[in-house]
């Protein structure tokens, strides 16, 4: 090299400029980057109608959006109808074929409410949640009787069928509900299927020794399972009910029967076969 000849030195401004635009793209291309989403879904009433179109509304939107990249059902349901049940557990096996779902039982997860917690990939609980309550529950029909007023064209017109076409099923009904915890569950479950059947219902931290759920946490371990199972970091938690474009949730007492004074009770209104948990009756003096 000759002696005149000097390397060039750059001073901090060259430095700056050869630094400074590729960090701003950097900056751009990460915002324009939708950040990933832990989608939420609550269930805070029975499961019928309304409710289950509700959800599937949610599931469905959580499906069809990549920034979502996991789910957390938030529970707090004593179940609800067969059908609603099993349409928002379709649901979500659909979902959970590309994407994890957790449940979180707040309050209680008993009957239908415990069928979709089995479907999905983790269920925490807290420790004094009311989880199980396995089986179904309907009225039987009434023995067929001749009116004078009424006439139909077979005996079971008004009834839809025996009594004991009704019971047989109720059983086929018990025994879906049964694989359905023999699958979501798997290896996890501690206790024999004639247990389960039961139909007890058990607080969250002996729900968890028998294997129904798989550990005892809060919203927030929810968000972290979610998140790790979903591979991701750096996510934001998003109600699917506003993003669906839901209107804002109200309780309706459509479901349960209710008293001309206006008190709701336990007790479903319409005659059928649930999936669904009633409690106790309190004795009146």
């Known amino acids: 090299m000759n002696e005149t000849e000097q390397p060039k030195k750059w001073g901090v401004g060259t430095w700056l400029l050869i630094i400074i635009p590729p960090l701003l793209i950097g900056i751009l291309l990460s915002l324009l980057i939708p950040k990933p989403v832990i989608g939420v879904i609550k269930l805070d009433d029975a499961i019928y109608s309304t409710s289950a179109n509700d959800m599937i509304t949610q599931i469905i939107y959580a499906r069809e959006h990549p920034e979502v990249r996991a789910v957390v059902l938030i529970m707090n349901s004593p179940g609800g109808t067969v059908?609603?049940?099993?349409?928002?557990?379709?649901?979500?096996?659909?979902?959970?074929?590309?994407?994890?779902?957790i449940t979180l039982i707040e309050g209680m997860a008993a009957s239908g409410g415990y069928y979709l917690a089995v479907g999905t990939d983790y269920i925490?609980?807290?420790?004094?949640?009311?989880?199980g309550n396995v089986g179904v529950i309907g009225y039987l029909p009434s023995i067929p009787g001749v009116g004078?007023?009424?006439?139909?064209?077979?005996?079971?017109?008004l009834w839809g069928n025996p009594r004991e076409t009704y019971i047989r099923e109720m059983e086929m009904l018990k025994n879906g509900f049964i694989?359905?915890?023999?699958?979501?569950?798997?290896?996890r479950l501690k206790i024999e299927k004639e247990e389960v059947l039961r139909g007890e219902i058990w607080a969250g931290t002996e729900a968890l020794r028998k294997?129904?759920?798989?550990?005892?946490?809060?919203?927030?371990?929810?968000y972290q399972k979610a998140a790790s199972m979903a591979k991701v970091s750096h996510y934001k938690v998003e109600d699917l009910r506003t993003a669906s474009g839901l209107p804002e949730y109200s309780y309706s007492p459509?479901?349960?029967?209710?008293?001309?004074?206006?008190?709701i009770s336990p007790y479903p209104k319409e005659a059928g076969v649930y999936l669904l948990y009633i409690p106790p009756m309190e004795k009146r003096p």
């Open 124 to 131: 925490f609980a807290k420790p004094a949640s009311e989880v």
């Open 148 to 157: 004078e007023e009424t006439y139909s064209t077979g005996p079971y017109k």
């Open 83 to 101: 059908t609603d049940t099993e349409s928002i557990y379709m649901e979500m096996a659909r979902l959970r074929q590309t994407k994890p779902v």
């Open 254 to 263: 459509y479901f349960f029967q209710a008293s001309e004074e206006g008190v």
């Open 179 to 187: 694989q359905a915890v023999l699958l979501g569950r798997d290896d």
């Open 211 to 222: 294997g129904l759920i798989d550990a005892i946490g809060t919203r927030t371990d929810a």
